[in-house]
């Protein structure tokens, strides 16, 4: 499993940061996924169980954050990040 998809108090840790990104009313999220990409993938879909339109970058090479930020920027130029492992 993934560690995004943990749970705690039985939601998953991603379900939080998306919950907390759609009540600061951003609407657009691109997810860098690498490990078990899939299964992320699965779980929030489109966004839409968020109000939220999601995309997906996977990082083929584990080279580090800054990367997986440098990858994130091609979709959305302006960002805020949030690393879904140390919620």
Not at 16 to 29: C, G, H, P, S
Not at 62 to 80: C, D, I, M, R
Request: glycine share 6%.
């Amino acid at each position: 499993m993934p560690k995004s998809l943990l749970p705690v108090n039985g939601r998953a840790t991603l379900n939080y940061i998306l919950t907390a990104v759609a009540e600061a009313d951003i609407r657009n999220v691109c997810i860098v996924t690498h490990h078990m990409s899939e299964q992320i993938e699965k779980f929030v879909g489109d966004g839409s169980a968020w109000s939220l339109t999601a995309a997906y970058c996977r990082q083929p090479p584990l080279v580090g954050t800054a990367h997986a930020l440098q990858t994130a920027v091609s979709f959305y130029p302006g960002y805020l990040s949030e690393n879904g492992r140390s919620f």
